[in-house]
């Protein structure tokens, strides 16, 4: 593994690219610049900009991406790539007067991974490379330091071993903690240079143990070989899984920045840190940052030890504080943007190790957005880009409702990440995995860690919060669940959590898997017990403000998916313009309709189908009446019954076992079989023995292999007509009982699941029919339209016959997923991981529009549809219609609205008016060109 440099022939036979691989930056210079972050990854191309703009950057190299797509194209880099790279390292080494690991004055170098999206952690880094038995010695006699030496030397074996030769963390860990106990000591820092000396001698054991090899003393060796492990970590399970729910590509690869060692561990006069130009948080203007004095590296960020506000560091070091100010506000109004940097004092000399764009919550992101165009730093368009639209969702999250229980505040950490959680206590990500379920066995579990590192981001995506007794706001916890727009709760320092005994302590008392807690992720505190949430008012000033800039360029209307009054008000208040999906399914669910639809479903005549359906029809007119007053002036799209009858009935299977065991079982039992049977036409015990059969054979009539394409959508009501009559005339009977209060309604009827013109023109000539004998008999006539929902790819395919008799199409995209692929959308999760996981497919295509597929049909389907009736309304309301890069391809396309869940409203305006706003407005990187 020592170099894995492919064979010249085997590159240059492929189209190798004319542009150089490794690009300088030192001495007040760099030959790359801030807009190359595709060649050279975000930190690169910001080392470069930051050294041109003659700020205090260690010098260094960094190696470009292609290198790293060349390397998992062929397994290793080409020679250009090692000749470059030496070169650089000559240049460095001339400009530092100083070789790597060699001489009195030994070059000690790091190398980080750096890819165009900053994916924190995810992927690996090497500290003090160079380092080797003799280059520690002369660092021990420079720095009069022989501690600081040692523990950088043990750090490099540790780091290398683990990251490039792939030992497991645990066998270094290990050695170090038994030191610590032979030593007695407490903290790391208790270790002299003796005892870290025979750490080392262990730490090597280790690597020949493990790697059955030595540790590299050749510094050039090292360097080859950390540069490869790093273009491989592009590849690491949690890279991956990080670029899959950030949607990032696979094929971009991670640039190498190669950079001169500053020391922030060379004693009371140094240390390192972490900023940001405003609270990431809050959004307010603020300097804001945490840092370490007499650290290293990783230490701040990696949560081990709790750091200290940056505004301590003004007491220390003033001057440094000052430098740090100055610097970090000309790289803000320089990007015109917060900015997210590192830094390092070395013996009291301030130097930047990273400047970038800050990640920040939703809240945050607008309120920056609002000051910088107030500041004149951006304009106001540009502001519409600076609001990722799934972040508003934070405008929408919950607060603790803190009269539901007693309060009691356990302790008090980091508003890491805002918003509200409530959930049973896990351990560890695997347990979150296990107890978090989905779908309806949903469970809200909250993830406790001393602190979290990239291997637990699987447990962190499926809790509802994250609660860590360690690390700051730059934690990694507290980083990564702003991303997530999940709520954090991030160095609790007084709880005291034993991840091995599965036990959080704190204030005296124990607290063991599956106990409630509460998190307050806008305050930090953590609470005992279930606590209910409230829910978030969205009419924030500020979100008011930016969406006013935002909402005149916009398109496509935004409606919602809402089935009750409750639902549709709160969608009004996020804006949405309609209702675009009401499922009169969930209608039927309630506990007054159920005995009803039941005897519907069970009857085996029309006369008594029709009989329940009348007792039916006066609870959806009322359903219905609540929607229209809801969203008066509006439209509301209210789809006929779509899901299979058995949905309606109980499970086959349970009740065979319900009938075998019907003679075996006493009094007691009989009763509750009567209690839960009673809504299918059970009166007593006695019915027992007749009933359950009856309802076994409707079942078993009922009964589909493939419930999904089967006896469901216009089908049933094609197969009982007098199901859409009901329906028809509740919608009808509502709209002209409402209508005579002076509310405005617009009803939409929708026909699910077509394929054919003639099941449209069935139930086209079945609604229409109803609504002149409903009109007729209230002497009122209230306007509407009958469509249909495109979600068969033969709909599609026909639609511009389909569009004779359906005055405006709803593209289902679950289903239209579902049947495009041939995917079954409830049990897909069997084959997606692995599909997401080899490539095979990028995204969940149930969750962002497969355009190159799914979209052409919708493409096809609305140019053939307007062909028809070229003022045929066209929209979505499958899940998609709430995914901002669906959204967009929507407006793309040309429909009139998206519709999506009440909560994803305030996401779809945004999410569309940016996409409306960038066919004017040349927009790159949330910057107009
Ligand atoms: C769809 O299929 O996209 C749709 C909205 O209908 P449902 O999810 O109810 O099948
Ligand atoms: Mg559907």
């Not at 002209?736 to 000539?765: W, Y």
């Not at 469509?787 to 016959?801: C, F, Q, S, W």
Request: proline letters at 5%; hydrophobic letters at 40%; one cysteine or more.
């Amino acid at each position: 593994m020592a170099t894995t440099t492919a064979p010249e022939t085997e590159i240059t036979m492929r189209n190798r690219p004319a542009a150089k691989y490794v690009y300088f930056f030192g001495g007040g210079r760099a030959d790359g610049n801030g807009k190359m972050k595709d060649e050279l990854g975000g930190k690169g191309a910001g080392l470069a900009e930051m050294t041109n703009a003659g700020l205090p950057v260690p010098p260094g190299f960094t190696i470009q991406t292609e290198a790293c797509r060349e390397y998992m194209r062929h397994g290793g880099i080409s020679q250009e790539v090692d000749r470059e790279m030496n070169e650089a390292l000559q240049r460095l080494e001339e400009l530092q007067g100083q070789g790597l690991g060699k001489g009195d004055n030994p070059l000690l170098v790091s190398v980080r991974s750096g890819a165009k999206f900053s994916m924190p952690g995810m992927m690996d880094t090497i500290l003090n490379l160079g380092l080797n038995d003799e280059s520690v010695e002369e660092l021990a006699r420079r720095s009069k330091n022989p501690r600081f030496a040692a523990d950088s030397y043990r750090r490099l074996i540790q780091m290398f071993g683990s990251v490039v030769l792939e030992i497991p963390k645990s066998a270094f860990d290990e050695v170090f903690d038994h030191k610590k106990k032979q030593k007695k000591a407490k903290l790391d820092t208790d270790l002299d240079a003796r005892a870290l000396d025979e750490v080392i001698a262990e730490y090597k054991k280790v690597v020949r143990k493990h790697a059955k090899r030595e540790f590299p003393q050749d510094p050039h060796e090292q360097l080859v070989m950390a540069r490869d492990a790093v273009f491989r970590s592009w590849q690491n399970e949690r890279a991956k899984h990080y670029r899959r729910i950030n949607n990032i590509s696979d094929d971009l690869g991670t640039a190498v920045n190669v950079q001169a060692m500053v020391f922030g561990n060379l004693g009371e006069t140094s240390g390192t840190g972490v900023g940001f130009t405003r609270n990431p948080a809050t959004g307010a203007k603020e300097f804001y940052g945490e840092f370490l004095m007499n650290a290293q590296g990783e230490d701040v960020v990696a949560g081990i030890r709790t750091p200290v506000h940056i505004s301590e560091l003004e007491k220390i070091m003033p001057q440094v504080y000052n430098q740090l100010r100055e610097i970090t506000t000309r790289l803000e109004k320089h990007y015109r943007d917060m900015q997210d940097f590192e830094f390092t004092i070395q013996d009291g000399k301030l130097y930047m190790l990273q400047t970038r764009n800050g990640k920040r919550t939703g809240r945050a992101a607008v309120r920056v957005a609002i000051q910088m165009v107030d500041e004149g730093l951006i304009t106001k368009e540009e502001a519409i880009f600076r609001v990722e639209p799934n972040q508003l969702y934070d405008f929408l999250v919950p607060g603790l409702d803190e009269k539901s229980a007693k309060v009691e505040v356990l302790a008090t950490g980091l508003p890491a990440s805002p918003g509200a959680a409530v959930g049973q206590i896990v351990f560890s990500a695997d347990e979150a995995v296990d107890k978090a379920g989905s779908g309806a066995k949903k469970n809200p579990v909250i993830l406790v860690r001393a602190e979290t590192t990239p291997e637990d981001i699987h447990g962190m995506e499926v809790a509802v919060g994250i609660l860590t007794s360690r690390g700051g706001m730059t934690s990694h916890a507290a980083v990564v669940t702003r991303g997530m727009g999940k709520c954090c709760v991030a160095g609790a320092g007084d709880i005291e959590v034993n991840e091995k005994t599965r036990e959080m302590r704190v204030r005296g008392q124990v607290f063991t898997e599956g106990d409630w807690i509460s998190l307050d992720g806008t305050t930090g505190r953590v609470i005992k017990g279930k606590l209910k949430t409230l829910e978030a008012k969205p009419d924030d000033p500020e979100l008011l403000k930016l969406m006013g800039w935002a909402e005149p360029f916009r398109k496509l209307k935004v409606r919602a998916n809402a089935d009750i009054p409750r639902d549709a008000i709160q969608a009004r208040a996020f804006g949405a313009e309609g209702i675009g999906l009401c499922r009169t399914e969930h209608m039927f669910f309630g506990e007054k309709k159920i005995p009803h639809m039941r005897a519907m479903i069970l009857a085996d005549n029309e006369k008594d189908r029709r009989a329940a359906l009348k007792k039916l029809l006066p609870m959806q007119r009322a359903d219905f009446a609540g929607v229209f007053e809801a969203m008066d002036g509006l439209p509301v799209t209210i789809r006929t019954l779509d899901p299979p009858l058995h949905e309606f009935l109980p499970r086959r299977e349970e009740l065979m076992v319900d009938i075998a065991t019907l003679s075996t079982v006493g009094a007691a039992e009989k009763k509750a079989l009567v209690a839960k049977y009673k809504d299918y036409g059970v009166k007593g015990a006695g019915d027992l023995k007749k009933a359950l059969p009856a309802l076994l054979s409707r079942v078993e009539q009922l009964h589909e292999f493939n419930p999904m394409l089967g006896h469901r959508g216009c089908r049933l009501g094609i197969t009982y007509p007098e199901i859409t009559e009901m329906q028809a005339r509740a919608i009808f009977e509502a709209a002209v009982t409402v209508s005579r209060s002076g509310v405005k309604v617009h009803p939409e009827v929708m026909i699910p699941l077509t394929s054919t013109l003639k099941e449209m023109a069935n139930q086209a000539e079945i609604v229409h029919r109803v609504a002149r004998e409903v009109f007729g008999e209230k002497e009122t006539t209230v306007p509407y339209l009958v469509g249909t929902m495109i979600e068969l790819p033969r709909a599609a395919l026909v639609a511009d016959e389909i569009a004779r008799e359906a005055q405006f199409f709803s593209f289902g995209t679950n289903d239209l997923t579902q049947t495009t692929f041939g995917f079954s959308r409830d049990d897909v999760n069997k084959v997606l991981p692995t599909y997401l996981a080899e490539g095979i497919l990028k995204q969940d295509p149930f969750a962002v529009l497969d355009r190159e597929g799914v979209g052409q049909l919708i493409r096809m389907a609305t140019e053939r549809g307007r062909k028809t009736r070229p003022d045929l309304k066209v929209g979505i309301c499958g899940e998609h219609g709430g995914d901002p890069s669906s959204v967009e391809f929507c407006h793309q396309v040309g429909l009139n609205y998206v519709s999506c869940s009440p909560f994803r409203v305030l996401t779809a305006r945004l999410a569309a008016a940016q996409a409306a706003a960038s066919d004017t407005l040349k927009v790159e990187g949330g910057r107009t060109k």
